[in-house]
């Protein structure tokens, strides 16, 4: 398995600011996800992070909302910019391990006002 | 259409019984399968991979495949109230790419 944290855990925003999380994973993951967890909802994949590439957004997501970064095999960033309460959610990082395993950390829970 | 398709319950158990949880896949070519817990509040937590037909034991969880049918089960025997969770079926159907379902929720009543 993985150790995987966040940063922060939670926070309470205005509307119109931007939020950055981190991720940061003990050991060298190629690729990271960043999901979006909406109250009582399933998990949705915003986008693929690659270390040296630019993130992989999928349909509904785009990088000026949130822009991604990776700059090594260890951490990773996302941004939600120019926030609406609509972007109320919990915020899951990820990294792939052995056999398509998938881990998650422990989410940043955001509230936006 | 959705990928990974799961009753959303609530599926409500007593204690000490079988809870059976089941999952339909779409993508005939879907190689790997897994079922997560998540506790309210938390993030998902691994409990089983499964990736030929047949059966898969792990302590009280039982993780079944079927993938002529494109069915994936979870059996959780003497079920616990600490057992109480939403549980997601999830399903590597693309390159890098993992498809979770809707979840789960069961509650185990004591």
């Known amino acids: 398995s993985a150790v995987i944290s966040q940063k922060p855990s939670r926070d309470i925003c205005q509307r119109g600011t931007s939020l950055t999380i981190q991720c940061q994973v003990d050991s060298q993951v190629t690729m990271m996800f960043w999901y979006r967890q909406q109250p009582g909802q399933s998990l949705t994949l915003i986008a693929t992070a690659n270390q040296g590439s630019e993130a992989t957004y999928e349909s509904g997501f785009v990088i000026d909302k949130f822009p991604i970064s990776r700059p090594n095999l260890t951490f990773s960033t996302l941004t939600v910019s120019n926030m609406s309460p609509e972007d109320s959610s919990i915020y899951l990082c990820?990294?792939?391990?052995?056999?398509?395993?998938?881990?998650f950390g422990p989410g940043t829970r955001l509230t936006v006002l | 259409q959705k990928e990974v398709e799961q009753n959303s319950g609530p599926l409500s158990v007593p204690e000490g019984a079988i809870a059976s949880l089941n999952c339909t896949y779409s993508d005939r070519g879907s190689q790997s399968f897994f079922w997560y817990r998540q506790y309210s509040g938390k993030s998902p937590e691994l409990i089983m991979s499964i990736y030929s037909n047949g059966d898969k034991e792990d302590g009280r969880f039982t993780a079944q495949l079927n993938k002529a049918s494109q069915y994936v089960s979870l059996l959780i025997r003497d079920s616990q109230p600490s057992d109480s969770a939403t549980y997601l079926c999830a399903v590597k159907a693309f390159v890098f790419k993992t498809i979770f379902g809707a979840g789960t929720r069961l509650f185990v009543k004591a």
């Open positions: 990820s990294v792939h391990l052995e056999r398509d395993t998938q881990y």
